[in-house]
């Protein structure tokens, strides 16, 4: 069987256009994240476990992005925008894989800040190199088994009516609604997995930073709140822009929201954020932004 992306097929006029700014995009999220993945790397400065994960960060959102994006500018390139089944269910499969891994880094990076700012003399011995490898490796394998399992739920579902995907990727609610027969088990199991994999998450960040904000208030001098709200801040606007959009992707009812609502949002979290993440992370942070300068002014070997 042969799925087909509707996509931005709406916007005849614009198709060079949408692939020309998406392969910026692309360009822009692969240097812009592969540059901090770099510096954490070979800068000692950042050589602490807020950079270990930003590191892991940057390398997830370059894996996030890639899942998507690529099959987006091909469908623009080429005007082909047919999928196979298999690889409708492989893209998907990913991209569930990884939005998870996300929701749970962005909460390990959390309480990394609450152990840093609330615990400050067992933070080394917590946050130690060894504990740092184990929460990163348990944040990537934390989604495979279940949303393995969600993808085959989604795909034994029988497909006998139009194949054409009101969407520019294969998503669960746009495939659900291709689907024949009953749907509610499905559709329950989307919102249980959200409910796993976003708003747990969300919580244990939210209840992180309602920690840290009564220790920062605390703190005696105007100096130590610049400092730890500086630390904070990039993080707590990245976790916004990314709970907030699937949020109203996956828990929002259906009946609220529009195909051409939900293209907007999935653009928003798969594509927009990650654009955004680097120059969070690199215009608010004084060390990164030192450690890029000192990385690109450094000269080369050969000139030197």
């Known amino acids: 069987m042969v799925f087909v992306f509707l996509g931005f097929s709406d916007l005849p006029n614009l198709q060079g256009l949408l692939f020309g700014l998406f392969f910026l995009v692309y360009i822009f999220i692969l240097t812009g994240n592969g540059l901090i993945i770099i510096i954490t790397r070979v800068d000692s400065v950042l050589q602490t476990p807020m950079y270990f994960f930003l590191a892991n960060f940057s390398s997830l959102e370059i894996c996030y992005v890639s899942v998507t994006l690529p099959r987006i500018l091909v469908n623009l390139w080429t005007q082909d925008r047919s999928i196979s089944l298999l690889s409708c269910a492989t893209q998907m499969c990913f991209f569930l894989v990884l939005g998870a891994t996300e929701a749970f880094l962005l909460a390990v990076m959390a309480y990394d800040r609450y152990m840093s700012i609330c615990s400050p003399l067992h933070y080394p011995l917590v946050m130690n190199h060894k504990m740092c490898v184990q929460l990163a490796v348990g944040v990537w394998l934390s989604g495979v088994p279940v949303q393995i399992g969600q993808t085959c739920q ?6 006998c009516g139009s194949n054409q995907i009101n969407h ?3 998503d669960i609610p746009p495939l659900i609604t291709l689907a024949c027969g009953d749907t509610s088990l499905n559709e329950m199991c989307v919102y249980v997995a959200a409910v796993l994999f976003a708003m747990i ?8 930073y309602v920690k840290i904000i009564s220790t920062i208030l605390k703190l005696p001098s105007a100096t ?3 400092k730890a709200f500086s630390t904070c801040s990039s993080h707590l606007i990245v976790v916004l822009l990314f709970f907030g959009s ?4 996956y828990l929002w009812p259906k009946s609220n929201h529009s195909a051409g609502s939900n293209k907007t949002l999935s653009v928003f979290y798969t594509i927009v954020t990650p654009v955004l993440n680097p120059m969070i992370y690199s215009l608010r942070n004084k060390d ?3 450690a890029l300068k000192k990385l690109l002014l450094k000269k080369p070997v050969w000139a030197s």
Not at 154 to 159: E, G, H
Not at 246 to 249: K, L, N, R, S
């Open 288 to 290: 990164v932004t030192a």
């Open 154 to 159: 989604v795909f034994s579902l029988p497909f």
């Open 246 to 249: 699937v949020t109203i992707t």
């Open 224 to 226: 130590g709140w610049s």
């Open 201 to 208: 998450p969300f919580l244990l960040i939210i209840g992180s």
């Open 168 to 170: 520019f990727f294969c």
